[in-house]
């Protein structure tokens, strides 16, 4: 991906955030989740209904890989079944750490595909991904029980 259009994309979602502001709905499943170093403290909420993630919205202050993640994060996943999103998610984490991973799957989130080569930077794109995933794991657990 050309870097000036990867650049672009990230600052427009670290400016322009989709779904930012948390909503007071019991139905909405939460997690935070914060870097222990550096300023990323990201409060996530998740709505799945009828097998499907309905929607999600976050709130606080991070970075814009941070930030830029969770906005495009969520934008992928909406509308995206249990194994769908967990699907996304693994081959995202996978891209991030450098292991195999389909590109297909992942939309937009391509643009952080050279994000390895910046090591201190890795955890600012999956702090997004690891909220999210604890998410699916108490869905997961609920529809167990």
């Given at each position: 991906?050309?870097?000036?259009?990867?650049?672009?994309i990230?600052?427009d979602?670290y400016?322009?955030p989709?779904?930012r502001?948390l909503?007071?709905?019991?139905?909405?499943?939460y997690?935070?989740?914060?870097?222990?170093?550096?300023?990323?403290n990201?409060?996530?909420q998740?709505?799945?209904e009828d097998?499907?993630?309905?929607?999600i919205?976050f709130d606080?202050e991070?970075?814009?890989?941070c930030t830029?993640?969770t906005s495009?994060?969520?934008?992928?996943?909406?509308g995206?079944?249990?194994?769908?999103?967990?699907?996304?998610i693994?081959?995202?984490?996978?891209?991030?750490?450098?292991?195999?991973y389909d590109?297909?799957?992942?939309?937009?989130?391509?643009?952080?595909?050279?994000v390895?080569m910046?090591?201190?930077?890795?955890m600012?794109?999956?702090?997004p991904s690891?909220?999210?995933d604890?998410?699916?794991?108490?869905?997961d657990?609920?529809?167990?029980?």
């Amino acid at each position: 991906m050309d870097k000036n259009i990867r650049r672009e994309i990230i600052l427009d979602h670290y400016q322009n955030p989709v779904n930012r502001g948390l909503v007071n709905d019991n139905s909405y499943i939460y997690q935070n989740t914060r870097s222990e170093s550096c300023i990323d403290n990201i409060d996530m909420q998740l709505k799945y209904e009828d097998g499907i993630i309905k929607d999600i919205v976050f709130d606080g202050e991070a970075c814009a890989i941070c930030t830029s993640a969770t906005s495009i994060l969520i934008k992928t996943l909406i509308g995206k079944s249990l194994n769908q999103a967990k699907t996304i998610i693994e081959n995202y984490k996978n891209m991030i750490n450098e292991k195999e991973y389909d590109e297909k799957l992942l939309e937009e989130l391509i643009v952080y595909d050279e994000v390895y080569m910046q090591p201190n930077r890795k955890m600012c794109a999956l702090l997004p991904s690891n909220a999210i995933d604890k998410i699916l794991q108490i869905i997961d657990q609920k529809s167990k029980d």
